[in-house]
């Protein structure tokens, strides 16, 4: 009796889960029955569809959230004793959208302070955070920022914004921070 019993139950289970899923949780389903009707296949998209989505523009900022994202310093972090990048895709975003900014604020210009952890000595440090700072410089100038209009400082381990007690607090230290300058 037991060898039927049990996957009689899981069989049934395995029903009443499916009707709840597919009709309890969504929308399409009508007074509690599963409509089969209701289930909008996607069409397939051509190439001059694809051609025509390239196109269009992504929606566009305006001037207070291009503000609200630029007076919001970006901190661009680094792996210990080392002043390589990678690229985010916040990062990403911030850098498109103070291209744009920048191309309509000839005045404008943004500064790159470099930052790190207490680890190694002061001397060294200080020479870290100028090395970083100049790291991401470079990296704007090659994304085609003036170079003219990126300022460069190295603050080495003198402005903390975590303890350098913990591992996660000196990697939040080990940072390039970009902003717009006043």
């Not at 389903?29 to 209701?38: H, M, Q, V």
């Not at 909008?40 to 001037?63: F, I, L, R, S």
């Not at 190694?120 to 970083?132: A, E, H, Q, V």
Request: hydrophobic share 40%; with cysteine.
């Amino acid at each position: 009796m037991n060898k039927f019993l049990i996957p009689l139950v899981v069989l049934l289970w395995a029903l009443l889960y499916s009707l709840f899923w597919n009709c309890e949780r969504r929308p399409r389903c009508e007074s509690g029955s599963y409509d089969a009707n209701a289930i909008v296949v996607p069409a397939v998209v051509g190439e001059a569809d694809m051609d025509a989505m390239a196109e269009t523009e992504p929606p566009k900022m305006t001037q207070k959230e291009e503000e609200e994202l630029l007076f919001t310093p970006l901190d661009v972090y680094f792996e210990t004793a080392n002043a390589g990048i990678e690229r985010s895709s916040e990062i990403n975003n911030f850098l498109e959208t103070a291209k744009k900014y920048l191309a309509a604020h000839p005045g404008k210009s943004f500064s790159l302070v470099g930052h790190t952890d207490d680890d190694g000595s002061p001397t060294t440090n200080n020479r870290l955070s100028i090395n970083r700072a100049n790291q991401v410089r470079d990296m704007l100038v090659a994304d085609g920022f003036n170079s003219a209009r990126l300022k460069v400082l190295g603050m080495g381990e003198d402005s903390p914004i975590a303890s350098n007690e913990t591992a996660e607090g000196r990697a939040r230290n080990r940072r390039v921070t970009i902003r717009l300058a006043e």
